[in-house]
């Protein structure tokens, strides 16, 4: 069964600091793509970046990007230069891969909350 | 572009009444429409995934006659919770996903429920 596991319940980082959040996974599939979301206390989910399985290099958006170890089956999103914005909880989730592309659904895991000290 | 929304951001209501939640996509055409619910310092919980026009598929221990879910055109889906109870009570989001992207569900703001 395909699961996603976030160790970390609660990290504290110093403003402007780089932070990494860990995700690991399981799967048995050769082909799942990789999800990280942002959730600020006012509750709306912020897609942040994707990595596809096949996809040969880290992806990055702006200040974040996904360190894929593919053989570690590890997803670990880093943020370069936090901001006391990026106060946050963090969800890691894979495509379920028993849905087509079309309609996939996500599992998550159970998140971290991220709090950034001025 | 790619935004959901939904209706209302928060609502109180009494125990038996029944509330409705509605889902949007306001600029793409959503073939699926999926609802969380979110208890706090949780992770989301997936209750059901609908498609337009045929009846959702809810996911193992979700009442179906409880949460009434309808997804009546691509923009469009509703989540019902009939005869509500304090239990109810909790954080719902609804997202969707469409031609927009290959691989990206879109989350609407959420909705905040409370039973009295």
């Known amino acids: 069964a395909q699961k996603i596991t976030q160790t970390q319940p609660g990290m504290f980082v110093q403003e402007k600091e780089a932070v990494t959040l860990d995700c690991t996974y399981d799967?048995?599939?050769?082909?799942?793509?990789l999800f990280w979301y942002k959730q600020p206390s006012s509750g709306e989910m912020i897609f942040l970046i994707y990595q596809g399985s096949y996809d040969e290099q880290n992806a990055t958006e702006g200040r974040y990007s996904l360190n894929f170890q593919k053989a570690r089956k590890s997803a670990n999103l880093v943020i370069s230069a936090s901001q006391l914005g990026d106060s946050a909880m963090y969800f890691c989730?894979?495509?379920?891969?028993?849905?087509?592309?079309?309609?996939?659904?996500?599992?998550w895991g159970a998140g971290t909350k991220l709090i950034i000290k001025p | 572009g790619a935004v959901v929304s939904q209706h209302p951001s928060w609502v109180i209501c009494k125990s038996g009444t029944s509330v409705k939640i509605e889902c949007r996509s306001l600029?793409?055409?959503?073939?699926?429409m999926f609802w969380y619910r979110q208890f706090p310092k949780q992770s989301l919980m997936l209750m059901a995934t609908?498609?337009?026009?045929?009846?959702?598929?809810?996911e193992q221990g979700v009442e179906k006659d409880k949460f009434l879910i309808n997804h009546a055109s691509l923009t469009l889906s509703t989540l019902t919770v009939t005869s509500a109870h304090p239990e109810d009570s909790s954080f719902y989001i609804c997202?969707?996903?469409?031609?927009?992207?290959?691989?990206?569900?879109?989350f609407g703001p959420g909705t905040r429920l409370t039973v009295t």
């Open positions: 600029d793409f055409q959503a073939t699926t």
């Open positions: 799967t048995s599939d050769q082909s799942y793509g």
């Open positions: 997202s969707a996903t469409g031609l927009v992207s290959s691989y990206e569900q879109y």
């Open positions: 609908s498609n337009e026009g045929s009846k959702a598929t809810y």
């Open positions: 989730a894979m495509r379920d891969s028993r849905f087509s592309d079309s309609n996939y659904q996500l599992i």
